[in-house]
């Protein structure tokens, strides 16, 4: 059936694209059904009497029925239209996407453009001699992936201007050195330098701690071997050590002296008389004279006043004569005394004053040493004469201290809550997870953004973005000891062992979206007659980048009119004649246009304008990926990014739209409840995904928000997304909210299925199939944050898949996840866990259970 108009019966409009929701019914706007109503109607139709045209036949070559079918023809286009202008004025049903954009408009949205996304550049600068040792990365520096095969590159542009230098390569923190603990059970140890001069049979005291009301704990022991490592780095002199015991010494007594003191008693000597001969060998008449007297008549058995030495009376202290002369006793060195049958059988003393004289007694004679020491010893070893062994002191050294790995921040408390005392000694503490100490002088300006990468203690590897807030330069009490404390603008997530982590201080942030290779853009002249004067730009898309405000992002572009910089606005509502303010506007071919507030000054091509171009979701790149240097700069090696590039997102789709209007205007900026933040949120640059709950921590509430970026991954530690999404969130929420924002971690599920299908459908078409569903349902894009998975959830999905016949789970798993009795994958959201310890409540973040489709496997069911 043809009519007037060329329809076939079904009409033009009917092979267009019809909308999915469509208010009303579509059929009745249809050809035939206009004709057959028509025709239904005319031979209804009654007059004089009758209905003449009840025998109105139906062909088409009747002129009549012609006639009503040029009418229906008429009626099916002027139907259809109406039918989608009014289609096209519902947010549902539409079509149009330039109708959906001025209908939300209405409603105070603004579709989110493509946005670029954001990356930090990690610039190695060469040090080969004769490498330039600073060098000036521009703004403006393109830099690019390496397309593999049939890939189109990716280009990402620097934001702004650094200055790069090779010692920022890569900044190590400085290392915490520990002295080796000492105790009885201790059977070597390194001493610092080759000099020490110990031999074997030298005792030694090792300093092994100190308490708190002035008694410090020392190991002595025999030296049994020594090894002079003078090829080591650094050299040493190893001490083999047998018979340790600890003593307890007043600290004064062993002065000055601190932990890793190393004390060589390398001189040996006896009192004098210690060799004297026995007197009950000698003649009676000398026994008798020269004995000690015994109150019977007995002859004496020992030598009168046998002795080691005697009180002082002017100073009382105690003064001994040695055996000979020893050239290395001087005052304030320290002597061990050892006798066995002593109580205790060690003491150690202090030379106070040495002097070298001659003495005469117990049938000897000779020259000798008189030390002064400390009268406290003379009971227990004064009447020892022949067995105590005097050890004087020949040298001093310092224990060998080595590296001691620690986690950086730095942020136990120490006892009682109060600050840790220092992590290397002669610097201030850092115990605050905001900064750490970096080894030698970096001036790391203010403001600089830097790159943390290291190992966690269980081996992770975690890399993370921080700003500098300021450095602090100091010395450790030596030129070749200096340290930079850095502290960063914000709580570090990481934490690093200090053997692993490297701070990258040649950091650059870049954005993809690209400039012209024009330059700035002559976009026309201005007249001051024109109102709301309007410049469309010559290239497209414009590019978007991150900026603060409610909605994260902001035209790349700066518009002069004479060279009078211009302020981008929002709107241009209450704006005067005399504003310096623009709007960018949306065209419906895709491009965009500057309007202007106020009246422009005349002029000839007097309105320029410099942007920039490109950003999309294809900018969302992986870590070391950006490695190509498009625009060479001398002085730079090598360029890569080693956090992922991410908060790049394309323009909104129609669907998007149908759903983000809604949102906006819940929200108008404002954030109240827990659904605007999680709408709030979702209109920010860079958020795929969020969701907020409310938490505790002790008596005070906050809100968590927990947000994916549009890639649907857990946004990077210390990215500017997560800084700028709270800023923003907290300029919108009333006065007083608590608001932490956190990532998520993913638990990746991997099911298997054993599958029966119909055998009329090709098998592989069927798991694709159900493979596709699965993803559908439950991949990172479709499953909420913190939600468990039924296994009959799965089950339930496959089954509805055309061509399953039955379907069997066998398997059910996730990463550290065990199934519960009700065959569900747990999958808690954000808590706060309280440690056993007395430190904060932390927060652990929700989880997410996802499916790829590489990781569901199917195999055949049977029986």
Not at 391 to 400: C, D, K, V
């Given at each position: 059936m043809s009519c007037a108009c060329g329809c076939d019966g079904v009409g033009w409009a009917s092979r267009a694209r019809t909308p999915a929701r469509l208010p009303g019914d579509p059929a009745r706007f249809r050809y035939g059904a206009i004709l057959e109503r028509l025709l239904d109607r005319i031979s209804q139709a009654q007059a004089l009497g009758g209905r003449p045209l009840a025998t109105l036949g139906r062909s088409p070559d009747d002129p009549a029925v012609a006639l009503l079918a040029a009418a229906a023809g008429a009626h099916h286009v002027l139907g259809w239209t109406l039918h989608r202008l009014a289609v096209d004025s519902t947010l549902p049903?539409?079509?149009?996407?330039?109708?959906?954009?001025?209908?939300?408009?209405?409603?105070?949205?603004?579709?989110?453009?493509?946005?670029?996304?954001?990356?930090?550049?990690?610039?190695?600068?060469g040090t080969l001699p004769g490498a330039p040792d600073v060098v000036t990365v521009p703004r403006g520096l393109r830099v690019g992936t390496v397309p593999e095969q049939g890939e189109l590159p990716v280009t990402f542009e620097t934001d702004a201007t650094v200055e790069a230098r090779g010692a920022w390569n890569a900044l190590p923190p400085l290392r915490a050195f520990a002295l080796p603990p000492v105790s009885e059970g201790t059977r070597s140890v390194e001493v610092e330098g080759i000099t020490l001069g110990a031999r074997a049979g030298d005792r030694v005291l090792v300093h092994a701690g100190s308490d708190e009301d002035g008694t410090?704990?020392?190991?002595?022991?025999?030296?049994?071997?020594?090894?002079?490592?003078?090829?080591?780095?650094?050299?040493?002199?190893?001490?083999?050590?047998?018979?340790?015991?600890?003593?307890?010494?007043d600290t004064v007594l062993t002065e000055p002296s601190g932990p890793g003191t190393v004390i060589l008693l390398g001189q040996r000597a006896q009192a004098f008389g210690a060799t004297a001969p026995d007197i009950t060998f000698m003649p009676d008449a000398v026994r008798i004279e020269h004995g000690e007297e015994l109150p019977s008549k007995?002859?004496?058995?020992?030598?009168?006043?046998?002795?080691?030495?005697?009180?002082?009376?002017?100073?009382?202290?105690?003064?001994?004569?040695?055996?000979?002369?020893?050239?290395?006793?001087?005052?304030?060195?320290?002597?061990?005394?050892?006798?066995?049958?002593?109580?205790?059988?060690?003491?150690?003393?202090?030379?106070?004053?040495?002097?070298?004289?001659?003495?005469?007694?117990?049938?000897?004679?000779?020259?000798?040493?008189?030390?002064?020491?400390?009268?406290?010893l003379c009971q227990d070893f004064n009447v020892k004469v022949r067995e105590t062994v005097i050890h004087g002191e020949t040298a001093r050294g310092t224990l060998l201290a080595h590296l001691q790995e620690r986690v950086l921040p730095v942020t136990d408390p120490g006892p009682g809550g109060e600050p840790a005392p220092p992590q290397h000694p002669g610097f201030p503490p850092q115990n605050l997870p905001d900064r750490f100490y970096l080894a030698g002088k970096p001036t790391l300006p203010p403001g600089r953004q830097v790159i943390l990468t290291g190992r966690t203690a269980g081996g992770r590897t975690v890399t993370e973005a921080a700003t500098v807030l300021r450095v602090e330069h100091h010395s450790g009490g030596s030129p070749v000891r200096q340290a930079t404390l850095v502290v960063f603008d914000a709580a570090l997530a990481g934490r690093w062992t200090d053997a692993t982590l490297t701070v990258i201080g040649n950091v650059v942030p870049s954005s993809h979206a690209l400039t012209p290779a024009t330059g700035a853009e002559t976009l026309g002249s201005g007249d001051p007659a024109a109102v709301l004067p309007r410049f469309p730009l010559g290239q497209s898309p414009l590019a978007h980048v991150a900026a603060p405000g409610p909605r994260g992002y902001a035209p790349a572009i700066e518009a002069r009119v004479d060279d009078r910089r211009y302020e981008p606005a929002d709107t241009l509502y209450g704006e005067g004649p005399d504003s310096h303010r623009f709007q960018v506007t949306e065209r419906p071919d895709g491009g965009s246009e500057l309007r202007f507030a106020g009246?422009?000054?005349?002029?000839?091509?007097?309105?320029?304008?410099?942007?920039?171009?490109?950003?999309?979701?294809?900018?969302?790149?992986?870590?070391?990926?950006?490695?190509?240097?498009?625009t060479p700069v001398t002085g730079v090696a090598s360029v890569t990014n080693p956090l992922a590039a991410e908060g790049g997102s394309d323009a909104e789709t129609i669907e998007e739209l149908r759903t983000a209007a809604p949102r906006a205007v819940r929200t108008l900026d404002r954030v109240v409840s827990l659904t605007d933040f999680e709408a709030f949120a979702q209109a920010y640059r860079g958020v795929g995904k969020a969701s907020a709950v409310e938490l505790r921590a002790g008596l005070r509430r906050f809100v968590c928000l927990t947000v994916a970026t549009t890639s649907l991954a857990p946004p990077a530690p210390g990215s500017d997304l997560v800084a700028g999404l709270h800023a923003a969130l907290v300029a919108a929420a009333p006065p007083g909210t608590r608001l932490r924002i956190a990532g998520f971690v993913d638990l990746p599920m991997t099911l298997a299925l054993a599958l029966a299908s119909d055998p009329d459908l090709p098998r592989p078409r069927v798991e694709a199939a159900v493979r596709a569903a699965l993803v559908r349902d439950f991949g990172r894009s479709a499953r909420p944050f913190g939600t468990a998975v039924h296994r009959s959830q799965i089950t339930a999905t496959a089954q509805g898949v055309p061509g399953v016949r039955a379907v069997l789970l066998t398997r059910f798993s996730a990463p550290g996840v065990t199934p519960d009795a009700q065959g569900r994958l747990p999958c808690p959201g954000p808590v706060m866990v309280t440690g056993p310890g007395p430190g904060p409540a932390r927060l652990e973040p929700a989880r997410l259970l996802s499916v790829a489709g590489g990781d569901i496997t199917f195999t055949e069911l049977t029986g």
């Amino acid at each position: 059936m043809s009519c007037a108009c060329g329809c076939d019966g079904v009409g033009w409009a009917s092979r267009a694209r019809t909308p999915a929701r469509l208010p009303g019914d579509p059929a009745r706007f249809r050809y035939g059904a206009i004709l057959e109503r028509l025709l239904d109607r005319i031979s209804q139709a009654q007059a004089l009497g009758g209905r003449p045209l009840a025998t109105l036949g139906r062909s088409p070559d009747d002129p009549a029925v012609a006639l009503l079918a040029a009418a229906a023809g008429a009626h099916h286009v002027l139907g259809w239209t109406l039918h989608r202008l009014a289609v096209d004025s519902t947010l549902p049903g539409t079509e149009d996407r330039a109708a959906l954009v001025r209908l939300t408009g209405m409603l105070g949205h603004v579709p989110r453009p493509a946005i670029a996304a954001e990356a930090l550049l990690a610039f190695r600068v060469g040090t080969l001699p004769g490498a330039p040792d600073v060098v000036t990365v521009p703004r403006g520096l393109r830099v690019g992936t390496v397309p593999e095969q049939g890939e189109l590159p990716v280009t990402f542009e620097t934001d702004a201007t650094v200055e790069a230098r090779g010692a920022w390569n890569a900044l190590p923190p400085l290392r915490a050195f520990a002295l080796p603990p000492v105790s009885e059970g201790t059977r070597s140890v390194e001493v610092e330098g080759i000099t020490l001069g110990a031999r074997a049979g030298d005792r030694v005291l090792v300093h092994a701690g100190s308490d708190e009301d002035g008694t410090s704990s020392w190991l002595l022991a025999r030296v049994t071997d020594v090894d002079v490592a003078a090829s080591a780095e650094p050299a040493r002199t190893v001490l083999t050590l047998a018979g340790g015991q600890l003593l307890s010494v007043d600290t004064v007594l062993t002065e000055p002296s601190g932990p890793g003191t190393v004390i060589l008693l390398g001189q040996r000597a006896q009192a004098f008389g210690a060799t004297a001969p026995d007197i009950t060998f000698m003649p009676d008449a000398v026994r008798i004279e020269h004995g000690e007297e015994l109150p019977s008549k007995r002859l004496p058995v020992e030598w009168k006043n046998f002795v080691m030495g005697a009180l002082s009376d002017h100073d009382g202290l105690w003064n001994i004569h040695l055996d000979t002369v020893h050239p290395q006793a001087a005052p304030d060195r320290v002597v061990v005394l050892e006798a066995a049958s002593a109580d205790p059988p060690v003491g150690v003393a202090r030379v106070s004053a040495v002097r070298e004289t001659a003495q005469t007694d117990f049938g000897l004679s000779a020259r000798c040493t008189r030390i002064t020491l400390n009268p406290d010893l003379c009971q227990d070893f004064n009447v020892k004469v022949r067995e105590t062994v005097i050890h004087g002191e020949t040298a001093r050294g310092t224990l060998l201290a080595h590296l001691q790995e620690r986690v950086l921040p730095v942020t136990d408390p120490g006892p009682g809550g109060e600050p840790a005392p220092p992590q290397h000694p002669g610097f201030p503490p850092q115990n605050l997870p905001d900064r750490f100490y970096l080894a030698g002088k970096p001036t790391l300006p203010p403001g600089r953004q830097v790159i943390l990468t290291g190992r966690t203690a269980g081996g992770r590897t975690v890399t993370e973005a921080a700003t500098v807030l300021r450095v602090e330069h100091h010395s450790g009490g030596s030129p070749v000891r200096q340290a930079t404390l850095v502290v960063f603008d914000a709580a570090l997530a990481g934490r690093w062992t200090d053997a692993t982590l490297t701070v990258i201080g040649n950091v650059v942030p870049s954005s993809h979206a690209l400039t012209p290779a024009t330059g700035a853009e002559t976009l026309g002249s201005g007249d001051p007659a024109a109102v709301l004067p309007r410049f469309p730009l010559g290239q497209s898309p414009l590019a978007h980048v991150a900026a603060p405000g409610p909605r994260g992002y902001a035209p790349a572009i700066e518009a002069r009119v004479d060279d009078r910089r211009y302020e981008p606005a929002d709107t241009l509502y209450g704006e005067g004649p005399d504003s310096h303010r623009f709007q960018v506007t949306e065209r419906p071919d895709g491009g965009s246009e500057l309007r202007f507030a106020g009246r422009l000054p005349s002029g000839t091509g007097n309105v320029v304008a410099l942007y920039r171009v490109g950003g999309g979701s294809a900018g969302n790149l992986p870590d070391g990926q950006l490695t190509q240097i498009v625009t060479p700069v001398t002085g730079v090696a090598s360029v890569t990014n080693p956090l992922a590039a991410e908060g790049g997102s394309d323009a909104e789709t129609i669907e998007e739209l149908r759903t983000a209007a809604p949102r906006a205007v819940r929200t108008l900026d404002r954030v109240v409840s827990l659904t605007d933040f999680e709408a709030f949120a979702q209109a920010y640059r860079g958020v795929g995904k969020a969701s907020a709950v409310e938490l505790r921590a002790g008596l005070r509430r906050f809100v968590c928000l927990t947000v994916a970026t549009t890639s649907l991954a857990p946004p990077a530690p210390g990215s500017d997304l997560v800084a700028g999404l709270h800023a923003a969130l907290v300029a919108a929420a009333p006065p007083g909210t608590r608001l932490r924002i956190a990532g998520f971690v993913d638990l990746p599920m991997t099911l298997a299925l054993a599958l029966a299908s119909d055998p009329d459908l090709p098998r592989p078409r069927v798991e694709a199939a159900v493979r596709a569903a699965l993803v559908r349902d439950f991949g990172r894009s479709a499953r909420p944050f913190g939600t468990a998975v039924h296994r009959s959830q799965i089950t339930a999905t496959a089954q509805g898949v055309p061509g399953v016949r039955a379907v069997l789970l066998t398997r059910f798993s996730a990463p550290g996840v065990t199934p519960d009795a009700q065959g569900r994958l747990p999958c808690p959201g954000p808590v706060m866990v309280t440690g056993p310890g007395p430190g904060p409540a932390r927060l652990e973040p929700a989880r997410l259970l996802s499916v790829a489709g590489g990781d569901i496997t199917f195999t055949e069911l049977t029986g």
